[in-house]
């Protein structure tokens, strides 16, 4: 949720989306959790939901499946 809000809530002048990204990064790998996800993928994303063309939701599916949950499972995405 974290990342999602400083993307979208531009509280920054410049770097809203890298300063997001590196939030994640940094909260996922506290907890164990690695991205699998070229550089292009993670601009793309973050470009995304800055733009509000990717839900907080969206991007919770994005980085559990980007993390190797497997996704198809809806109890999976209900209890993360």
């Given amino acids: 949720a974290l990342g999602y809000l400083i993307a979208r809530n531009h509280g920054f002048n410049d770097a809203n ?39 907080m939701k969206g991007l919770k599916f994005a980085l559990l499946d980007a993390c190797g949950y497997d996704v198809r499972d809806a109890e999976v995405l209900e209890t993360m």
């Fill in 17 to 55: 989306k890298r300063t997001a990204l590196a939030a994640v990064i940094q909260t996922l790998e506290w907890n164990g959790e690695y991205l699998n996800w070229s550089e292009e993928t993670q601009t793309l994303i973050f470009r995304l939901v800055g733009l509000g063309e990717l839900s």
